[in-house]
T-cell receptor, first 110, second 114 residues
Framework: SQQGEEDPQALSIQEGENATMNCSYK?????LQWYRQNSGRGLVHLIL?????REKHSGRLRVTLDTSKKSSSLLITASRAADTASYFC??????????FGAGTTVTVRA | EAGVAQSPRYKIIEKRQSVAFWCNPI?????LYWYQQILGQGPKLLIQ????????DSQLPKDRFSAERLKGVDSTLKIQPAKLEDSAVYLC????????????FGPGTRLLVL
């Protein structure tokens, strides 16, 4: 099954800065989702973007999708210490199979 | 609205022993998923149920793993016998629709096989 690949694997930023992470995938998708996982906890759904959408916003989050390049990016603006977590992209194929990438670990320094 | 419940939260067993995990999804959610998350990796789908039927179990190691969802509500995942490489977090998730829309995850069960 296809799997998104996040880049970079790890990211360290100062509080207040923006954080950007990318996800690339191999085959056509129905939608792409981003999840956050805090240390030792379950995953929390952040945002879903469909294949016919190019950009979505949710609070301090901005997601873009470029289906021609088979890639997506997640931007977190004005980062806070509470944003320290692992972020995963999950691709949903046209037959609704979901695959997660390995994730980007984000550390926000005070 | 209560979230996805899982138990136990932690389990330590020796290899070749058996273990079972339980999941209760959000009320009314027809679709239930079990994932295995090995340290440093993303979750890997083991099995997906739609009500009490299996939709996808292509990545479930069927020689040792089994899962059931009786009455289309809660579910159990069993490993028998366990191997060292089964050490992981087992996550349960549910969604209201069957088309891989937003999934709601439980806190997971952390399994250590010695």
């Amino acid at each position: 099954s296809q799997q998104g690949e996040e880049d970079p694997q790890a990211l360290s930023i100062q509080e207040g800065e923006n954080a950007t992470m990318n996800c690339s995938y191999k085959t056509s998708i129905n939608n792409l989702q981003w999840y956050r996982q805090n240390s030792g906890r379950g995953l929390v759904h952040l945002i879903l973007i469909r294949s016919n959408e190019r950009e979505k916003h949710s609070g301090r989050l901005r997601v873009t999708l470029d289906t021609s390049k088979k890639s997506s990016s997640l931007l977190i603006t004005a980062s806070r210490a509470a944003d320290t977590a692992s972020y995963f992209c999950a691709t949903v194929s046209n037959d609704y199979k979901l695959s997660f990438g390995a994730g980007t670990t984000v550390t926000v320094r005070a | 609205e209560a979230g996805v419940a899982q138990s136990p939260r932690y389990k330590i067993i020796e290899k070749r022993q058996s273990v079972a995990f339980w999941c209760n999804p959000i009320s009314g959610h027809a679709t239930l998923y079990w994932y295995q998350q090995i340290l440093g990796q993303g979750p890997k789908l083991l099995i997906q149920f739609q009500n009490n039927g299996v939709v996808d179990d292509s990545q479930l190691p069927k020689d040792r793993f089994s899962a059931e969802r009786l009455k289309g509500v809660d579910s159990t995942l069993k490993i028998q016998p366990a191997k060292l490489e089964d050490s992981a977090v087992y996550l349960c998730a549910s969604s209201s629709a069957g088309k891989a829309e937003t999934q709601y995850f439980g806190p997971g069960t952390r399994l250590l096989v010695l």
